[in-house]
């Protein structure tokens, strides 16, 4: 290892380095720029290598900020801070945690999207791991690498559905970059654990493969026997390398991201963010939504645009959160409907997923309904016929959530709750500006990505804090119950104006959710308590902070 953490007879911590000069300062993990003591660029022969003056981490924070600053569009701040990233890890977080409200569109969505869009052409330096479905044969080795000795938590996706953007082939490794760096930023998981997948299976994007820049392999995707083959590959030699390992699965197209969570969840300790770890934000974003309009979630009408993955994970946990207050399970189910391609979702259409089947409604419950088109029953017809009290969006579809429905929506209930969730920001179904001049203020407001004034329903209040508390205990495996843990831990958090509280206490936020779901894990038997510290104690001994240690040769 190039370093280790010991302390001093005092009891203060220290790292021992084994690298020096250029390796030293080349190593983003190690690399403290003009903060390194006139002693350590001696003992580690820096003298010369870097300007003379001897800064602070904060004279550092500012001049990085100020650089920032001077960027002249997000998409250039975005570069920015993969820069400062893959050069000095420590400024870069001490940096984003200072700014985490400003900065969090900027590392995570709606700038990530145009990262991802635009990977090749800004490409600098490698991060993380690009596992090509042409070196299927080689992932053992790969994996081998001793600097991936101290992984506990990889990020994995094979881009093909990165936000509401679509096939993204190897620019999608954006992803596994920005959420790892939210783990460390918003949970003090430290980035040295963090590993960064990206499983090139292909791309179906004909801009991407006929651009001499894509960085990735040019070739259609893989399907079928084939890809399943090279995903079942890689997760052996996941369980084989990282026995403990946290895996997320992260943006894989709809055909592929259920039946892998489902195949896998069992073998190794793994979720997929865009099912479940958007499920229980929003989960916890309407329990709080709940707290002011004073309807109990047994009570609620919930329509839902878009029937893919998050559709069905977001109705899936709130079903279940319904069964546990007191619905029968066809009680709670009659409350749910799922509005797809087809128009919603129906039990006697042919051609639907197996996870969308158990939300589909029977022909009969419409029977009475005044409908425009009887061969696809569309949102309006719902919204006329329904009047929910709840209308969520996961359809990447912009603008579908238009004036005439939400007017309508309004008419029938007092304090409507919408959340617009697709991202990008030129995904969402709506905008909080429009939503509310719709309902006169009445509309009680989530979005998927940043606008002024209302809360973000961001995952990043979910899946940092999930990683932590998993980490903490060493979970088996990831259950349900441990992501309605988590959402309820999340809408417990105290709050003022807004339903969530504010990303400034991202941190804290974390801190609950990870002991929740640490309990939550314990109680299931899928994890044991920690022997000599209480729970909360431990897990906040991991929350790493991005400060400068003294360093001595090891």
Known sequence: MEYEVSSDEHGNPYLKVAVSDYALISNPLLNKGMAFTHKEREEFNLLGLIPP???????????????????????????????????????FYNLVSTH?????????????GLGCERYSHIYRRSRGLFISYPDKNY????????????????????GERILGLGDQGAGGMGIPIGKLALYTACAGIHPGSTLPILLDTGTNNPDLLKDPLYIGWHHERIRGDEYNAFIDTFVKAVKKRFPHVLLQWEDFAQQNANPLLERYRNELCSFNDDIQGTAAVAAGTLFAAMKVTN??????????????????????????????EGLSEKEARACFYLIDRPGLLLDDMNDLFAFQKPFAQSRNTIAHWKLENQNAITLKDVINNLHPTVL???????????????????????????????????RAEATPADLLKWTNHKAIIGTGSPFP????TNNSYIFPGMGLGIMAVKAKHISDKMFMAAAK?????????????????????????????????????????????????????????PEYLPYRKK
């Open 53 to 91: 003056y001897e800064s602070t981490l904060e004279i550092q924070r500012d001049r990085s900020y100020e650089a920032y600053k001077s960027k002249p569009s997000d998409i250039e701040k975005y570069i920015y801070l993969r820069d400062l990233q893959d050069s000095n890890e420590v400024l």
């Open 489 to 545: 831990a999340l809408a417990a958090s105290p709050t003022t104006n807004h339903l969530l509280p504010p990303l400034s206490e991202i941190r804290e936020v974390s801190f609950k959710v990870a002991v929740a779901v640490a309990e939550q894990a314990i109680a299931e038997n899928l994890a044991e308590a920690p022997k000599n510290n209480s729970l909360e104690v431990y897990i906040r001994s991991l929350m790493w902070k």
């Open 392 to 426: 969520i969006g996961v359809s990447g579809q912009p603008g579908i959530f238009t004036e005439e429905l939400i007017r309508d929506m309004a008419k029938h209930v007092a304090q409507p709750v919408i959340f617009p969730l697709s991202n990008p920001t030129t």
């Open 453 to 456: 004034g209302v809360t973000q």
């Open 139 to 158: 992932i053992n080795n790969i994996l081998s690498n001793p600097r991936f000795n101290n992984v506990k938590v990889i990020v994995v996706s094979d």
């Open 295 to 324: 309807i109990p979630l047994t009570k609620q009408r919930i329509a839902v645009v878009g029937a893919g993955s998050a559709g069905c994970g977001i109705s899936s946990l709130l079903l279940q959160a319904m069964i546990d």
């Open 100 to 112: 985490i409200t400003e900065m969090m569109p900027i590392v995570y969505t709606p700038t990530v």
